[in-house]
């Protein structure tokens, strides 16, 4: 219990500590898009699971981390609409699945906020919970990318969340790239039912090795390609799943190789009520240097914020100057549905079919935000936040540090004049933490 409670107040002071740099507390983008504040949260820290020991890399058994490291939850983030508390979690753990023990999936509660009368760092996250993930047996879902069972989804464990919102019915939903699968679990974590995704989605010929996927399919998700980003619509009718990249049948890939060619990535839409579904394409501007799509947020019931990104950072070893970080705003309406189309070309789309439209909203780029040198890879979780007294939305945009114990979990607040987009807040009836607990946890 003391080891427990001195994690807790170590992460309350997650008020950030290895970026320290000298920075007004605002930095005006053009448009009415004011940055706000800036977080770091470091990669050593542990969660309260409880679990005690390493998990290693399965080729390098020298090199592990903490079972109960905390990180990775800036892979997927939503506002649960109630009491500054977010809900995350991490995608499939360490060593991207390969793992001498299976990494347990798990979800974080999380206390943020921003503070704007303070200097950068300003953003204050305090970790309230860890809940595990569990099937309809009340087995642990893992991210080992060998737990799958072939043709059998009730078996298989491997689970890497990708997406996360929250319903107004107390639930939350969670994308799966390895399936891709739709999940819906209650607040403790346990699986409620499990939501049918369009079979050109899934691939034949799983494995624990993304090339063998890649070279061992002709169809379906590319390997650590899948459903990358989840929204759902403000009145939690429909879910809006989008993958990372082009699917196979959809020229994705040079045949035989494992080089990405396809830029026309698919967006699903899918009626939680009736089930109807609707697939419409987003055109990404390119795929060489790792590039894809990350999150996709709901702005309203049509219009929504895509994070494209490349795999560049001046924090990798050795630096790699990052081109694209960038939040777009789309909209759906005018687009064609290509449910029907089996097959899409891997440039220019066919006479008849409409993408759906895209223009820049933020570049995290922008030589204004003074971002670029300290900017991670992964840029891959989008959430709004409460508006601010000036009725001035709050955007959050953060990193995914893949669990990495020398690498910090980044967060940015963004607020965006509401002149600017027709945000429709989701209606939230309760809080899915409650409120007494997370004042306890913040005394």
């Known amino acids: 219990m003391l080891r427990v409670l001195g994690l807790a107040l170590a992460i309350l ?9 000298s920075a007004p507390n605002s930095q005006l983008l053009p448009a009415g898009i004011t940055l706000i504040g800036k977080g770091v949260i470091s990669g050593s820290l542990l969660d309260t699971s409880g679990l005690t020991g390493n998990i290693c890399q399965a080729s390098a058994p020298a090199n592990c981390v903490p079972k109960a490291i905390f990180g990775g939850f800036g892979s997927d983030i939503s506002y649960t609409g109630h009491d500054n508390v977010f809900i995350a979690a991490p995608d499939r753990g360490p060593f991207d699945g390969l793992t001498d023990v299976p990494y347990l999936d798990r979800f974080y509660f999380l206390h943020i906020t921003t503070d704007l009368g303070a200097a950068f760092p300003n953003i204050r996250t305090v970790l309230l919970d860890t809940r595990f993930l569990k099937n309809q047996n009340g087995e642990n879902f893992v991210g080992a990318a060998d737990s799958f069972v072939v043709n059998d989804e009730l078996a298989t464990l491997r689970l890497d969340p990708e997406g996360i919102r929250v319903s107004p019915h107390g639930t939350f939903y969670i994308s799966d790239e390895y399936g891709p699968y739709l999940f819906e679990f209650n607040r403790q974590g346990h699986l409620l039912r499990r939501i049918e995704v369009p079979s050109k989605f899934f691939i034949s010929a799983p494995s624990a090795d993304p090339n063998a996927e890649l070279l061992g399919n002709t169809a379906g998700r590319q390997g650590n390609r899948g459903m990358e980003g989840l929204a759902i619509s403000p009145d939690g009718t429909a879910l809006f799943g989008i993958m990372q990249n082009a699917l196979i049948q959809d020229h994705g890939l040079n ?14 839409k899918i009626d939680l009520v009736t089930g109807e579904t609707h697939e419409y394409v987003y055109v990404l501007d390119a ?9 996709i947020l709901a702005i309203n019931d049509h219009e929504f914020l895509v994070i494209e990104r490349d795999n560049r950072s001046h924090l990798q070893t050795p630096p790699q100057a990052p081109t694209r970080k960038t939040i777009y705003k789309i909209s759906l309406t005018g687009a064609t549905d290509v449910s029907g189309i089996a097959s899409l070309p891997a440039g220019a789309l066919p006479a008849g079919v409409t993408p759906v439209t895209k223009e820049l909203f933020i570049n995290l780029l922008d030589p204004d935000l003074n971002l670029t040198a300290t900017i991670p890879e992964k840029i891959e979780g989008l959430a709004w936040g409460p508006d601010l007294h000036d009725g001035r939305h709050v955007l959050y945009v953060i990193s995914d540090n893949d669990l990495n114990p020398s690498l910090a979990t980044q967060i940015y607040a963004f607020a965006i004049d509401p002149s600017l987009i027709n945000l429709q807040e989701q209606v939230l009836p309760g809080p899915l933490y409650p409120p007494g607990q997370v004042k306890k946890a913040l005394q």
Do not use: A
């Open 13 to 21: 002071t997650l008020i950030t500590s290895t970026l320290c740099f």
């Open 255 to 268: 045949p035989g190789t494992t080089d990405r060619v396809g830029l026309n990535n698919r967006i699903l």
């Open 287 to 295: 795929i060489n240097r790792g590039q894809g799509v990350c999150e």
